[in-house]
């Protein structure tokens, strides 16, 4: 069966015609499977599933991601020390695990009387693809919207193998080859500024989490295609190179992420369900009212394999 696909943008598509709230035939699996290779971004209107069924669609592209369980009573959630304290644009988040199903997980910044929340972060505004400071970054990000704020609070997407191919040789062969580190903590990241107590926790989580080695431009495991992988976010600089010339290099290439050629910006819809390939992206969300409610669920599609770096044929 061939599936409707409507382009939107760099890198991103509108799939019309499917319910994902069913299960998925085979014919239908692999024509998504298909359009997934193409564009790094799908998009699917007026979903209405719930969180069983939500999870149910993102495990046929994978075993998902295991939020834990909730805290004990009184307990208080990890903040994960992203505070800073310079200009923000998003209220913080609260991480709620769906207690129709624990694969799901409740993002918004409505404060809940039912539960409590199992993590406090701030809102993703800086270009980043999750869990880079994992062995196994993960594979997928699935989002359904259950509630959008009146204005804003749009989620942009940079198609990294798009970026990489707009470089120039000499440029791509500088790159193969080497690594760029990961930590998932801002209190090693000289981009972000921090109040004291962030940073005390800054420094808590980064002892938790150590830096992670990633290749710069890795090899799609499925096509073979390189994409470029690093962040704003997460990459602290690369592996081997002179802090001087490793800093030049990647505010060069964390300029060109705002280059309209490799951005969609979504504007989400009631019902939307958005999803994307967490590791041939980055994604950002832009600005919404502190005093409004932003609410997704969000399913994620687990790493099965570390990145392997990109080999240039002769």
Known sequence: MNLAINRLGPGAAEVLGLDCSRPLADDL????????????????RDQTLSAAKLAAFGRRFGPLEDYGAPLPAGAKPQTAALRQIDTRETPDQRLYLSPDDPAVLVMTNEIRADSD???????????????????????????????????????????????????????????????????????????????SSAWEEGERIAAAFPERPQ??????????????????????????????????????????????????RHSWRERDLVMWDN???????????????????????????????FRASA
């Open 117 to 195: 929340p199992i993590a406090v972060i701030d809102n993703a505004e800086t270009w980043h693809s999750d869990g880079s400071h994992k062995i196994e970054p993960y594979k997928a990000v699935i989002l359904h919207a259950m509630r959008n704020p009146a204005s804003g609070g749009d989620t942009e997407f940079c198609d990294m193998n798009a970026l990489y191919e707009a470089l120039s040789p000499e440029a791509k062969r500088g790159l193969l080859g080497r690594y760029g580190i990961h930590q998932w903590s801002k209190s090693r990241n000289p981009r972000f500024v921090l109040d």
């Open 215 to 264: 290749p710069l431009v890795f090899a799609d495991p499925e096509t073979g295609r390189p994409h470029l992988y690093l962040s704003p976010r997460f990459t602290i600089r690369i592996e081997g190179l002179p802090s001087d010339s490793s800093r030049a290099i990647l505010e060069y290439l964390f300029a060109l992420m705002e280059d309209p050629r490799f951005v969609y």
């Open 279 to 309: 590791r041939r992206t980055n994604h950002r969300v832009r600005g919404y009212a502190a005093d409004d409610i932003r609410c997704r669920h969000r399913v994620t599609v687990s790493g099965s394999e570390p990145l392997v770096t």
């Open 29 to 44: 699996f692999a024509a998504v499977r298909q359009a997934f290779r193409s564009c790094p971004v799908l998009v699917f």
